[in-house]
Structure formats: C-alpha cells, structure tokens
C-alpha cells in the first residue's frame, strides 16, 4: 500500500490525475472503472482539461462504473449514468462504443449483474478508482459485504439513503471483482473519512469497514488530504 498524503482537495485531484494520465498513456487500451459523488468531481474536471489540452487520449480507453441506484432511469439526474455523462463522458474524446455502465432502468437485476460480471471477466480491470463512504463502503458494499463478493445488488443503509438524499437500493460491482483489479487508486477527502482510512490503514481486513479488504492489494495507491488522513498518515 502507497499512501499519498496532500495538503488539500485540489492537490488531491492532482495526484490523482497524474496517475490516471498515467495509466492511459502508458496502456492507451487500459480498461478502467469509474466512481462517483463529490471527491472525484475535481479529477473529472481536470481530466477535461488534460484531454483538451492534448496530454491524454481517452479513444481506446474502455470505461465502467463501480455501482448505480436501483432502479433509476440512465437519464434520472440523480442516476450515476447521469452523473458521469455530464461530468466527463460528454466532453472527452470516449467512443460510446467502449462506455459500458450498470444497467439500473430493467426489470431483471441478477441478469444485468451477472452480465456485467461477464463483462468484466472479458475486460479485465487495470485500474479501479475508488472513493469510500463515511461508513467505510467502497462503491456500494456496504457493512457487512464479503471480501468474495461479486455484482449484485444490495439494499442501501438508511446512513448511506440520509447522505446521499435518495430512497432506492443499488446494483454495485463487488469487493472480490473489485480487488481483482490490476491496480487501485483510493480517494478520501475530509475529516468525515478518516475513520474509515484508519481502519484501512492500521486495522486488520473485516466486514465492518468494507475498505478494510483493500489492505494487501498488490497496486493500491491510497490518496488522503490532510484531514481524511488525520488519524492514521
């Protein structure tokens, strides 16, 4: 494990940026996954920037997503489809061809899981970016989630429902495919993190903080500001 300790959020976004542009040039065909929410909002914006600027090529890029609602409509601006359309899919140079995200608008949530499971054994991950809940769930497996667990679905906490401000269950890419991945970049931003980075940090891997199983992973780059990392880095 690697840990980054930045000054604030938007050294952060840097750091995590420069790997990103990193792993793409480096493997230009990398398939990697996607989070969502505040923390990585910077990133996106910044990789814009880069991809404008002529620093990264995105075309034989093969992007997923960690987790979605379920079950929401793609166009729902509240959907994480949504979310990584307008951020970042809209204003790079992705082929909509390579874009593959979890499917929350069907009826059948254990085929679309385990379709999706077969896509990612077909492209293997080279790099998941993650971010983690306050309750220490990394996409949405929540406490409580197996270290071998795979796609499915799963019932949100009210903790998570409250801070996210919705009332749906998700579909979420599981721990076991998660730590499958060739390399993992975590982001934690703010003190409402750092319990969660310590128990990554120096705990022992259990299901109450489900980041916990990271710890081990053969590539994992952990990136904290100052006050995610307070109690531990």
Do not use: W
């Not at 093969?62 to 601006?77: H, V």
């Not at 390579?98 to 077969?118: F, G, I, M, Q, T």
């Not at 970016?129 to 990394?138: A, E, K, R, T």
């Not at 989630?145 to 903790?159: A, D, G, I, P």
């Amino acid at each position: 494990m690697e840990i980054v300790k930045t000054k604030n959020y938007s050294e952060l976004s840097r750091e995590a940026v420069a790997m990103v542009i990193s792993q793409i040039n480096g493997e230009p065909n990398s398939v990697i996954c996607l989070p969502t929410g505040k923390t990585p909002l910077k990133m996106y914006k910044l990789l814009v920037k880069a991809n404008k600027c002529g620093e990264v090529d995105f075309s034989k890029v093969i992007f997923l997503n960690l987790d979605e609602y379920f079950p929401i409509d793609s166009k729902d601006k509240k959907s994480f489809s949504y979310y990584l359309s307008k951020n970042f899919f809209d204003k790079i140079n992705v082929k909509k061809s390579n874009v593959h995200l979890l499917n929350s608008n069907v009826r059948d949530s254990a085929k679309e899981c385990r379709d999706y499971e077969s896509l990612i054994r077909k492209h293997p991950i080279d790099l998941a970016i993650l971010g983690v809940g306050v309750n220490g769930h990394i996409a949405f497996n929540e406490p409580g989630s197996f270290v071998n667990s795979k796609t499915r679905f799963v019932e949100l906490t009210s903790e998570s429902k409250k801070i996210n401000r919705v009332d749906k269950d998700a579909l979420t890419v599981g721990i076991g495919t998660i730590i499958k991945s060739k390399k993992i970049i975590l982001l934690a931003s703010g003190k409402k993190k750092s319990e969660a980075i310590r128990h990554l940090v120096k705990g022992k891997p259990n299901k109450k903080y489900p980041v916990s199983f990271l710890k081990g992973h053969r590539d994992l780059t952990v990136i904290v500001d100052k006050k995610a990392g307070s109690l531990s880095v």
